[in-house]
């Protein structure tokens, strides 16, 4: 995990290296199925700039999070409008997964900028366990079929 301190405020980054071929890996953010793999329960994908995600926590969809896409590269990088937090602090997630020959794939999320009070820091430490457990839970559904969300369930 990194934390930077940049011009428009403080800035998270994660990284997760998986060894899958990076193509399975991005699907994982660009496919329904790629998408409850390690997420929601259930999601729909409007696959383009603009379009939206919808994320359901539930089978019978009564629960639900719609997630705006505000970038979208078919080369490896997706954004996620995305509102951290109780109070809905606006910290967009930016999704890249990039190749790596002898590794598989390197996927990193940078969510920001949070502002520099110890409201928001506490917003981006929730933010960074968070995100950490389900990168982690990414990697073992991928590499070792084990999902644990079976464990602990959302």
Request: net charge negative.
């Amino acid at each position: 995990m990194t934390v930077t301190r940049e011009i428009d405020g403080i800035w998270l980054e994660l990284q997760e290296t998986i060894a899958v071929h990076h193509e399975d890996v991005y699907a994982c953010f660009t496919t329904e199925a790629g998408l409850m793999c390690w997420y929601p329960v259930e999601a729909e994908i409007d696959l383009r700039t603009g379009g939206q995600i919808v994320l359901y926590w539930n089978r019978e969809k009564s629960r639900k999070l719609t997630v705006a896409i505000l970038n979208y590269d078919p080369g490896g990088r997706i954004t996620w409008d995305w509102y951290a937090g109780s109070e809905g602090a606006h910290a967009p997630l930016y999704w890249e997964v990039k190749p790596n020959v002898e590794k598989g794939s390197v996927v990193t999320l940078r969510q920001g900028p949070f502002r520099d009070d110890a409201d928001s820091l506490m917003i981006m430490a929730e933010e960074a366990a968070s995100w950490s457990w389900h990168l982690c839970n990414l990697r073992t559904t991928l590499e070792t079929k084990f999902d644990m969300r079976k464990v602990k369930p959302l």
